[in-house]
């Protein structure tokens, strides 16, 4: 009998252990009917176990607070119409698995607010490879608007050029974060919000990007239900002065100003910060800046009545770093921080590259085609010398020595906005004419600040010309990273050198030329090669032609 009882008692502990089982588990399982399911772990641990759920609304259903052990979960509800996911912050080491209907490359967003519906936050966006930071120039679009996929949101500047944004998923502009004229937005940062349905957009008007929706957390785990529901109230009484207090500085801390009003200000060296505008909600308008330049002549004027005994400070003025300007500084400073240059000069005789050239501008003119110059010729010639000279068309990293099989020329153009490097792509396979051609296209882009990033990306070597535009007889350029050479080219003048005879001279035109090479790459014979090469091209430069 003592036997039979054991094995009596010992029966009813096996049949009790599945509920203990069953009262441990803290997971949550849910569907709908237009998707299937799929997982996401919690705190990286994964173990399907079932939860009762209490059925929602006509929407979907919605699973109720659970208290297990002093560990709670929040509730988690579900749109079934648009698919998108509201959840509250896990409060507890929830272990276990969440099924979903949605699948997750159709996820726009989570919100861990239950005041603001379903809604994706649009960051700064990288629209070239050196961009870090960019400048909102104008919307395009307003808040309210209804948005659809390839219209275009906003024109955003970057380190190169302004390039216009384009929206990716159709829906309703909420709220916009950084108006015209803000500067300094990282890449990834919040710029505005859009969401689905048109009635939502009102409640983003106090709107604020959250930068941490864990904070809370660290307050919950060893406490149960009551304390847990103290902790949830704290982010809501908080969150209303976090709405409202960065709201008032944004709009002070930038100078909203009409394009002309900025282009006018900009010719003159004016700050916009100076000047208090008159045009709606405090724009600064064209007459503002009329007025400030006529009241700050004659305070110009008045200045030799000033005692010249007395001693005057330091006048200066300070020029904000544009966007193309920190890029340019930062690349350069990079480049020879980074690169060790060495520098080779060669002399080249261009007496019968300009017999060529008016030849050839001759057959131009006669066909209606453009001038070629003597810059042309140059990246004819360059181009030339590196599918004769390969290793000089490479970059360097720091497992191999990447050698290209394009050859894409940049040339530096100088403008008023700063310096650009226009890329002629395969420069030798094409003609004189089509280079002169694109060579004059991407110049007025790079004056006009309309280049895109096709127009300056995947350059593997540079060509600077300060010789013919300004005379600069000889000088040294700075590489361009990531390539290995950049070709210097001065002006040409006329020189004396022997004749046939022992005591003949005669005239001839010397154009100097200074390859700068990265000695990683190049070394000193490769580059004493490839500048064989273009002089030969530039002194016989009928073989450009064959």
Known sequence: MAYAARIFNHSKKLRQTHNVLRDRAISLRWFTTDAGPSVDKIDGISRPRPLGIVPGDKNGFTPSHQSINGSTISAVRMNKGNGFWEARKVHAPAIGMLYKSQPQNSVRSFSTNTGFPPHQEIGMPSLSPTMMEGNIARWLKKEGDKVTPGEVLCEVETDKATVEMECMEEGYLAKILCGDGSSGIKVGEVIAITVEEEEDIAKFKDY????????????????????????????????????????????????????????????????????????????????????????????????????????????????????????????????????????????????????????????????????????????????????????????????????????????????????????????????????????????????????????????????????????????????????????????????????????????????????????????????AEWLKAFKGYIENPETMLL
């Open 208 to 527: 604020t990007p959250s930068t941490s929706d864990a904070a809370p957390a660290p307050e919950a785990p060893s406490g149960p239900t009551p304390p847990k529901q103290e902790v949830s109230e704290v982010p809501v009484t908080s969150a209303e002065p976090k709405a409202s207090k960065p709201s008032t500085p944004s709009s002070g801390d930038r100078v909203v100003a009409s394009p002309l009003a900025k282009k006018l200000a900009e010719d003159h060296n004016v700050s916009l910060s100076s000047i208090k505008g008159t045009g709606p909600d405090g724009r600064v308008v064209k007459a503002d800046i009329e007025d400030y330049l006529a009241s700050h002549s004659k305070e110009v004027l008045k200045a030799p009545k000033v005692d010249s005994t007395t001693s005057s400070p330091l006048d200066y003025t300070d020029i904000p770093h544009s966007q193309i300007r920190k890029v340019t500084a930062s690349r350069l400073l990079q480049s020879k921080q980074t690169i060790p240059h060495y520098y080779l000069t060669v002399d080249t005789c261009v007496d019968k590259l300009m017999e060529l050239r008016s030849q050839l501008n001759a057959l131009q003119e006669a066909s209606g085609g453009k001038r070629i110059s003597v810059n042309d010729l140059v990246i004819k010639a360059a181009a030339l010398a590196l599918r004769k000279v390969p290793q000089c068309n490479s970059s360097w990293t720091n497992d191999y020595i990447r050698q290209y099989q394009n050859v894409n020329i940049n040339i530096a153009v100088q403008t008023d906005n700063g310096l650009y490097v226009p890329v002629i792509r395969d420069a030798d396979k094409k003609g004189l004419s089509k280079i002169s051609e694109e060579v004059k296209y991407f110049a007025q882009k790079a004056k006009e600040n309309t280049l895109k990033p096709a127009d300056y990306e995947d350059g593997t070597f540079t060509v600077s010309n300060l010789g013919g535009p300004f005379g600069i007889k000889q000088f040294c350029a700075i590489i361009n990273p990531p390539q290995s050479g950049i070709l210097a080219v001065g002006s040409a003048e006329k020189r004396v050198i022997p004749g046939i005879g022992p005591d003949q001279v005669k005239f001839a035109s010397f154009m100097p030329a200074t390859l700068s090479c990265d000695h990683r790459v190049i070394d000193g014979a490769i580059g």
